[in-house]
T-cell receptor, first 113, second 111 residues
Framework: DSGVTQTPKHLITATGQRVTLRCSPR?????VYWYQQSLDQGLQFLIQ???????AKGNILERFSAQQFPDLHSELNLSSLELGDSALYFC????????????FGQGTRLTVV | DQQVKQNSPSLSVQEGRISILNCDYT??????FLWYKKYPAEGPTFLIS?????DKNEDGRFTVFLNKSAKHLSLHIVPSQPGDSAVYFC??????????FGQGTTLQVKP
């Protein structure tokens, strides 16, 4: 158990809909990362937050947004969903940003039908 | 723009032998490198890391080597065990905040 909790574990929704994925980081971790893994491909970096503020952005679509709340949990919002958005979405947390290992949650499997 | 690359999608070794997984990177700003192991339907698990000021870090059966001039790192597993069979990802980070991953290498250790 990494200490990072992601909910829900599975999500099935229709095209055009909006969903919210939630991540609770390890106790004491200030940094949260979001990744997308499609079809057993690599982990695509989406976005990182550090202590409530956006720190780095990767290949995140404009239809996607995220935030980190004062209690440090984070949410990834995916809107106007398309079939191609079906993927595993992972959240990871770390104490700092850079020079430190990140610990991953179990992921949320999103299926868009 | 793939800044972290694992060019071998798969590797098969015999139990007890050495497994060598390779990773190349393009961004000289990376200053911290990590290896993760992933089983199907689970999140990646941190294995070992190395700072750019070092060229080797060892933890039990796992050793990571860093060659900064070649922008290359490798993970050695000795001896390999069947339980090591998984997908291995290398990752690199800098103080910009991005933690970028390679495409992964599937390791199969045969009994």
């Amino acid at each position: 158990d990494s200490g990072v909790t992601q909910t829900p574990k599975h999500l099935i929704t229709a095209t055009g809909q909006r969903v919210t994925l939630r991540c609770s980081p390890r106790s004491g971790d200030l940094s949260v990362y979001w990744y997308q893994q499609s079809l057993d491909q690599g982990l695509q970096f989406l976005i990182q937050y550090y202590n409530g503020e956006e720190r780095a952005k990767g290949n995140i679509l404009e239809r996607f947004s995220a935030q980190q709340f004062p209690d440090l949990h984070s949410e990834l919002n995916l809107s106007s969903l398309e079939l191609g958005d079906s993927a595993l979405y992972f959240c990871a947390s770390s104490v700092l940003t850079g020079d430190t290992e990140a610990f991953f949650g179990q992921g949320t499997r999103l299926t868009v039908v | 723009d793939q800044q972290v690359k694992q060019n071998s999608p798969s590797l098969s070794v015999q139990e007890g032998r050495i497994s060598i997984l390779n990773c190349d990177y393009t961004n000289s700003m990376f200053d911290y490198f990590l290896w993760y192991k992933k089983y199907p339907a689970e999140g990646p698990t941190f294995l070992i890391s190395i700072s750019s000021i070092k060229d080797k870090n060892e933890d039990g059966r796992f050793t990571v080597f860093l060659n900064k001039s070649a922008k290359h790192l490798s993970l050695h597993i000795v001896p390999s065990q069947p339980g090591d069979s998984a997908v291995y990802f290398c990752a690199a980070s800098s103080n910009t905040g991005k933690l970028l991953f390679g495409q992964g290498t599937t390791l199969q250790v045969k009994p």
